[in-house]
């Protein structure tokens, strides 16, 4: 049985930093890509960022340079650093796959999903 589950969201002061991750389990992470979304309130999920077997990455262009997306096989565990929080961030991010190994745009292709992570950015 596929399983991801997200952790490491609360709340951070603009300018801050936190680190998700997904605990991948009922596959062998090694073979497929895995991606980022979220959703604020009021808006359409987002794709943020993905990376593929081969450990390339991808990521929307708000969060080009600030967040960085990694993977360990080994822990089954990706990874999302996100730095210099903004205003724009808050939202609740999922982990998701399809269990291929493309990063497509549209949330309707991966199949799997976390139940989220709440990440608040707040003074």
């Known amino acids: 049985q596929v399983q991801l589950v997200e952790s490491g969201g609360g709340l951070v002061q603009p300018g801050g930093s936190l680190r998700l991750s997904c605990a991948a389990s009922?596959?062998?992470?090694?073979?497929?890509?895995i991606g980022w979304f979220r959703q604020a309130p009021g808006k359409e999920r987002e794709g943020v960022s993905c990376i593929k077997r081969d450990g390339s990455t991808s990521y929307v262009d708000t969060v080009k340079g600030r967040f960085t997306i990694s993977r360990d096989n080994a822990k089954s565990t990706v990874y999302l650093q996100m730095t210099s929080l903004k205003s724009a961030d808050p939202a609740v991010y999922y982990c998701?796959?399809?269990?291929?190994?493309?990063?497509?745009?549209?949330?309707?292709?991966?199949?799997?999903w976390g139940q989220g992570t709440q990440v608040t950015v707040s003074s």
């Open positions: 009922g596959f062998t992470l090694d073979y497929y890509a």
């Open positions: 998701v796959t399809g269990l291929g190994s493309r990063c497509p745009q549209g949330d309707d292709e991966y199949n799997y």
